[in-house]
T-cell receptor, first 112, second 110 residues
């Protein structure tokens, strides 16, 4: 079957660093996405990894290990506005379809 | 730049009524288009995707259908809504290296 696992909830302190892990088992792999979703809003795209290694974008970084079926999203210098749900998604199947399967999301609460 | 529109933003419909949700994309041609649903407290589930005009693939058996009458227009429909159709409906388009969501339609079936 196809499965994506993320922790349900995490709590961190403003200014700190937090790492959100994601493990996956899918039929085929064309890339891994991370999204941020604030309550009541649509998900916004954060990052896309297709090769192993670390991709850095400002305060956010995403890492992928395809052999381990593992990714993490690293958030640095946490701000209160980073309180949101973070969704891990894997693109699978034929590469031209772009179909995504999502994890249940990790709700991050940033405290002062 | 590319933008994606969905309407309406919110909708309350009685059980058994029809549904039509519309999604349009600007600033790109021949995009892949997707309909997802997010039930309360649940993850996103892919309902339909389309790689071109008139080409629709359904991912899960359900009470809904989709159509793509124009290159950048994607429509989600139902003839008779069920209570279980309530949720947050999201349209998305994809390009190499990203898949981007519209603002969504929050549907409540009463």
């Amino acid at each position: 079957g196809q499965n994506i696992d993320q922790p349900t909830e995490m709590t961190a302190t403003e200014g700190a660093i937090v790492q959100i892990n994601c493990t996956y088992q899918t039929s085929g792999f064309n890339g891994l996405f991370w999204y941020q979703q604030h309550a009541g809003e649509a998900p916004t795209f954060l990052s896309y990894n297709v090769l192993d290694g670390l991709e850095e974008k400002g305060r956010f970084s995403s890492f992928l290990s395809r052999s381990k079926g593992y990714s993490y999203l690293l958030l640095k210098e946490l701000q209160m506005k980073d309180s949101a749900s973070y969704l891990c998604a894997v693109s699978h199947g034929s590469s031209n379809t772009g179909k995504l399967i999502f994890g249940q999301g990790t709700t991050l609460q940033v405290k002062p | 730049s590319q933008t994606i529109h969905q309407w309406p933003a919110t909708l309350v419909q009685p059980v058994g009524s029809p549904l039509s949700l519309e999604c349009t994309v600007e600033g790109t041609s021949n995009p892949n288009l997707y309909w997802y649903r997010q039930a309360a407290g649940r993850g996103l589930q892919l309902l339909f995707y389309s790689v071109g005009i008139g080409q629709i693939s359904s991912e899960v058996p359900q009470n809904l259908s989709a159509s793509r009458p124009q290159d950048r227009q994607f429509i989600l429909s139902s003839k008779k809504l069920l209570l279980s159709d309530s949720g947050f409906y999201l349209c998305a388009w994809s390009a190499s290296g990203g898949q981007y969501f519209g603002p969504g339609t929050r549907l409540t079936v009463t």
